[in-house]
């Protein structure tokens, strides 16, 4: 009895390791996100859609590697706090203990800089949801790392070239005062030298400042054709309200960074007229029905907004760098050079944030073609006019 | 020029009466405890979120107002009760760390609560900004002053008109003495913190419609705060009104005519000038000394 008994655990035992070894080592995705701290407005999306599409991929049995094999797909997320120094340690974690191929993130562009000395010593690829095009400028000192938000330059070009065409050249800016805030103003006030605007006033005002009133004064004392404010909410939702109650008539113009629901949430009807430059996904359904994004658009607002709520741009680019890095692997397994090359050789990639041309000279890989103006009408996203 | 000047002035005394409510609460309690409390301004952050909670559940103002003041007044009442009165014969240091901590677990508790975004709370009352002289007011503005000057108002009647209050005075010139004179200097203090703790929630459920309500808004108020009542010498409520109304104004004109970059800075500033002044001796007045 006591034979059978164990010859019986035995097989088991046996028959355990037998189906261990039938599923094949996942492969390992690390990110960094905010999901608290100043930037989480940003980072909870991207959050969110990591998780998604880790669901997504394992549902359909994995990722299949360059041995045929299906694998699960494991992302390990860590939460920065939106803060440079947490940042680093949660990429050298996920590095050195988590042995993770390639981390997605971080949520902002002061992190995105902080953790690029980890990355690149330890050559690991990074793909950054940030925004500024430092990041991965210039591409022959960045090798490690590519990033899926269009450019600020890219960005502040599309927002200038609206501006001179409706004929506003004189322009008063606004920006918060971190990295993106600072790198906008850096990329604007170049652009606006190209384009022969002019800068009468130029503001900056902190992320948890009550109170934008003083800035603003300034500027209705200039009065400028048009204001430019550069931030995310909710002091963005701030001073945007300040700037209805000063009766301010003149177009207001804001970043990519206030292209979620909060900021109108929170703005309440002074958001209404005002506009921005930003990625095609906040007005899928108004793009054109040959729209080379607008089918993959459509889809991830679908699945998205089923599970989590409102879309917003920054889930998207969580959603391009997860899809690169899982194309990366596709193609290279889990040796980290191959995903690296495999990245940069990407090319006609149809993403969230943009079509997707990489090269060993341009780690974004996005155009113009990628942003566009949106305009804040009622409460609901337009395709400004 | 005039009217710019006006509205950084406006705008100056909107946000000072705010730090003034901040920086009673630390007076209130510092004087009758020794203690600097840290977790000032999570009360703020309480009562701000407290009325998000409450309208959002179809309160009305006045209603999410008062439940709102009473839930962050038992807080300020338990915190005493838990942490600082078994520490009550420790240093001051210890204390004072106590209350770092217990302003730690305070936002964390919020993060957990209410999450990371940022809420929004409706005005008092609706409708557009008033024009005072040149300068734009938001009405939720006049709600901070009109809340603000009705504490101040009542604050002086209860410490000058009441017994209760003249108690909280004498603990605070010389609890030895007021003990001996048969006060209970423990329920004196039971008392300070729970006044401290309706103050900050007053700021918070007044200033949410304005600034919206973060789990992470207590620290910089409560910083602010913290420099009004140093800049009245941490032992005088009216002098910590000035103060906070002294720094409010002082932040919108250094914002406003010379660069909003050093918005922050110019607290901060004011807080080291105002120590060394003291250290030197140059003050008039003196930040309340260990009795």
Known sequence: MHLLLMLLIAALMIGGAQARADAQEPYRIGAVFSITGPGSSLGIPERDTALMLEADINARGGIKGPDGRLHPLKIVIYDDASDETKAVLAAKKLIDEDKVTAIVGTTLSGTSLAILDTVQKAEVPLISCAAAAKIVEPAAERKWVFKTPQSDHLIVGVLVDYLKAKGLTRVAWLNVDYAFGQLGWVEFEKAAQTAGLSIPVNEKFGQKDVDMTAQLTRVKAAAPQAVVVWSIPPSASIATRNYADLGLKMPMFQSHGVGNKKFVELAGPAANGVMFPAGKLLVAEQLADNDPQKAVLLAYARDFEARYGPRNTFGGHAWDAVQLAVRGIERAGIDRAGVRAAIESTRNFVGISGVFDFSPTDHNGLDRRAAMMIQVVDGQWKTAK | ?291
């Open chain 2, 1 to 291: 020029m005039g009217e710019q000047l006006a509205q950084y002035l406006a705008s100056g005394l909107v946000v000072g009466g705010i730090y003034a409510l901040i920086g009673l609460g630390f007076v209130i309690v510092y004087g009758v405890t020794r203690i600097v409390n840290f977790a000032q301004g999570e009360f703020v952050m309480l009562g701000a979120l407290g009325m998000v909670t409450l309208t959002a559940r179809g309160y009305g103002v006045g209603t999410a107002f008062v439940v709102s003041l009473l839930a962050v007044a038992t807080v300020g009442a338990l915190l005493e009760r838990v942490a600082v009165r078994p520490l009550r014969r420790a240093p001051a240091l210890a204390v004072l760390i106590l209350t770092i901590g217990a302003s730690i677990a305070l936002r964390g508790a919020a993060l957990l609560s209410w999450g990371t975004d940022p809420l929004a709370v409706p005005a008092f009352s609706a409708g557009p900004p008033l024009v005072v002289g040149g300068a734009v007011v938001v009405r939720q503005g006049v709600w901070v002053l009109a809340v603000a000057a009705s504490v101040f108002a009542a604050l002086w009647w209860f410490f000058n008109r009441t017994y209760a209050g003249t108690a909280v005075r004498a603990c605070a010139v010389n609890p030895r003495a007021a003990s001996l004179m048969g006060i209970r200097v423990d329920r004196v203090s039971l008392l300070a913190w729970t006044l401290s703790g309706a103050l900050g929630a007053t700021a918070g459920a007044v200033i949410a419609p304005i600034t919206y309500a973060t789990y992470d808004m207590g620290l910089m108020l409560g910083l602010k705060g913290f420099v009004a009542a140093v800049l009245g010498g941490l032992a005088s409520p009216p002098a910590a009104i000035a103060g906070g109304f002294a720094l409010g104004v002082l932040e919108s004109l250094a914002a406003g005519l010379v660069s909003s970059a050093y918005k922050d800075a110019v607290a901060f500033v004011v807080l080291i000038a105002v120590c060394l002044a003291q250290v030197a001796g140059w003050l008039p007045w003196r930040v309340a000394q260990e009795s």
